[in-house]
């Protein structure tokens, strides 16, 4: 016969074993998001399919929104995603070339860009206001009353307007009272996606120093029984304090394209460090990106690198603190756990998992003795000043503290009337617009207004025309290199196409001029046609265009054509013509 023993285990103790079971769990930090699920449609008549997904990563900036496919063509059909009113319409030369705006009675607001011609209504009232403005780039807002509209009604035609490199639909759904900018795959729309990301590099930091004081050490990943791992599943590192980065696409059922990730949390011995989700970014936050990536690496050449923690000049933003801001404190020699989940909009997740040791750790490396004039952090007004230029840069300029490098040699172009000065490095990001004040050599025989200041970098030119304040010449940039002040007295060049004087234009479509400057920046265009201001189209920031439409009757007519660059300098070219 058995004996048994009956045990009772009181409430407090099972309390504290679930806590601790509770304990072990790893934590989530991100809340869920319950956005509206089948309120609005697809927005173009053309095969279902992505080019581009929100948070993908870009130049300065995350992707706002889907690149939705037209089918490699301009022209398909664009409708409206939901009922609701067109609230503006903006037409510029780059950026979202041609878009409308859409309120909906939800609170939230879609937006179409790159499009070609807009419903009928609509593309002549525009017009009509371009006229009354005498701009063809405008955004209108536009009255609620004006163009309602239905869901699943033609509203404009795709088009590839704007900073467009191939035909498609930019398409954005964003908060109308904050302007926060949403993640459309949260919405439902008829997109399969059961792929979970891909996980391709991790990089660690010393974060005893800057981020931008160093290479990080780059591990290739590889997938072993449904996780990813470095090829060494135990990582040894020379300090006692390390962050994470990771190189990781997502691609969605049925596509190669890689398109951006959407969630990365990192873990240390189960507990959630920290981690970033890309669900909600306004337009005043996007060039954070540059905080988001290991910058220097990808400016210098390398891959896109994600950081799985904040910068120090990073608020919040995208990124969510848990048991830390992401940094891993190593306070003893013992083995520690990492776990990385990296997920996409749809909940497929993928997982990197490897231990981490600290190992010997030389304090001289750190041991940098720098004047103070040459260190700059953020959340820190940074100033440094010469005899001859001055650098001003806000607390919020800078994501990571850098040693500061200026130097300054004589200039080699004839223009040139101050010395060429290189601050810093524009492998480092600036992420508002900083003061630069240069001192010329001498302004003896110079026409002081036609001066401007000029940065270079890498084959790249900016050019502002500056402040002037007694011996002083201001301007403001976003980013270092090479600065100097130069004097420009040279005009822009009009080449027209497709006219001459006394031309009969009577079977052409169009007319078209090409403007080209020596500093490469035209500041104003303006065509009259018989004194009146004539609407010419500027796609791309390239050839200026006009299309013949009611605004040239029949008959004989002046076209006067004027521009200005950025110093100043003014061309103006007259054509008579008949139609």
Known sequence: MLNYRIVTLHKPFLFFCFLAFFLRLPAQIFPSRNYPKNYFIYPVQAKIGLAANFGELRPNHYHMGLDCRTDQKQNARVLAAADGYVSHVRIEPSGFGRAIYINHPNGLTTLYAHLNDFFPELEKYVKEQQYKLESWQVFLDIPSNLFPVKQGQFIAFSGNTGGSQGPHLHFEIRNTKTDKVLNPSLFGFPIPDNVPPTLM????????????????????????????????????????????????????????????????TIYYDDLAMSGFRLDNISYDETRYLNAHIDYKLRAGGGPFVEHLSRLPGYPEGVYKDGESDGIIYLEDDSLHQIKVEVKDAYGNTSVLQFAIKRGYINENKYNQSLPPEQKFSPGFVNVFEKEDVQLILSENDLYDSINFIYSKKPSITPLAVSALHSVHTALVPVHGYFTIRLKPEGLQNIDADKI????????????????????????????????????????PVISPVGIRDNSNLSKSLQIIFTITDNMKKIKNFRGELDGKWLRFTNDKGRSFIYRFDEMCTHGAHELKVSVEDEAGNKTTKIFHFTR
């Open 201 to 264: 590099r991790l990089a660690m930091y010393d974060r005893c120093l800057s981020t931008y004081s160093q290479t990080p050490k780059l591990y290739a990943l590889k997938k072993v029984n449904g996780r990813y791992e470095p090829a060494s599943p135990v990582i040894i590192t020379n300090t006692d304090k390390v962050s994470f980065g990771m190189s990781a696409v997502d691609r969605y059922t049925g596509s190669a394209n890689p398109n951006g990730i959407y969630e990365a």
């Open 452 to 491: 401007i200041m000029q940065r270079t970098w890498g084959g790249k030119m900016d050019v502002v025309k500056p402040e002037r304040d007694g011996e002083w010449f201001t301007g403001k940039f976003r980013e270092f290199g090479n600065f100097q002040l130069l004097v420009d007295n040279s005009s």
